[in-house]
């Protein structure tokens, strides 16, 4: 974990430049030879980003919300939480959740590379892999989420998580007001991928 004044972490971190590389080449060649549509894969990544990937995590963080003591023991082993949910796929062998409170703000980074729940997350937005956000957040993280869009209190404590090959993190965002009685799957949609990363909060119930 990083407070605001920096980080010193020297895990080993998986290297994601050489795949990347070979999946864009990959890409472009299908492209070039008409067999893919490069919109199509576009869209197709949108919608794996922002709707079907993090669709599990969501639905974990708002049974969290209405079930106290399964939020107390998604902190303590969320290991053992998401098998017994039957909960498979990639990167998610250890798994912590960092949750959000009153004075308190999570942040999740990769500043080596782009360790990601995909599990749980689906696929991490360009931006999660972007040299400028890994190197960046641990050194001033207020400022960067403030250009996200995520203004904190001055006094508010930030505990940004540098995710590893080894551990991943996911953010527990504050449940909104006005949301009592709302059922899982209602306070699901309020849960977007970016609030599990804790670039941002949970979505404002009113524009629900």
């Given amino acids: 974990m990083h407070d605001d004044h920096g980080h010193g972490n020297t895990h080993d971190h998986c290297d994601a430049s050489s795949p990347q590389i ?13 067999i893919a549509d490069r ?14 990937g993090p669709m599990i995590g969501a639905g974990l963080v708002a049974r ?3 079930d106290s003591s399964l939020r ?21 062998e250890h798994i912590e959740i960092k949750a959000n409170e009153p004075g308190v703000h ?28 890994r ?12 250009e996200m869009g995520l203004d904190l209190e001055p006094d508010t404590e930030m505990r940004v998580w540098d995710s590893s090959s080894e551990t991943r993190f996911l953010v527990l965002p504050e449940r909104p007001a006005g949301t009592e009685g709302w059922p899982v799957e209602r306070l699901a ?18 524009n629900q």
């Fill in 22 to 34: 070979r999946v864009e080449a990959l890409e472009d060649l299908l492209v070039e030879r008409g």
């Fill in 72 to 92: 107390t023991r998604l902190l303590d082993d969320a290991d053992a939480v998401v098998a017994e949910l039957g909960v498979r796929g990639a990167e998610i």
């Fill in 64 to 66: 969290a919300w209405v």
């Fill in 39 to 52: 919109e199509r894969i576009d869209a197709t990544i949108e919608r794996f980003e922002h709707d079907v």
């Fill in 106 to 133: 999570n942040v999740v980074v990769c500043t080596l590379c782009s360790c990601y729940p995909w599990a749980l997350l689906g696929l991490p937005p360009n931006w999660y892999k972007s040299p400028e956000y």
């Fill in 189 to 206: 949609e309020l849960v977007t991928r970016d609030s599990m990363i804790g670039v941002a909060r949970a979505a404002d119930p009113g």
């Fill in 135 to 146: 190197a960046r957040m641990v050194r001033e993280p207020r400022a960067v989420l403030s």
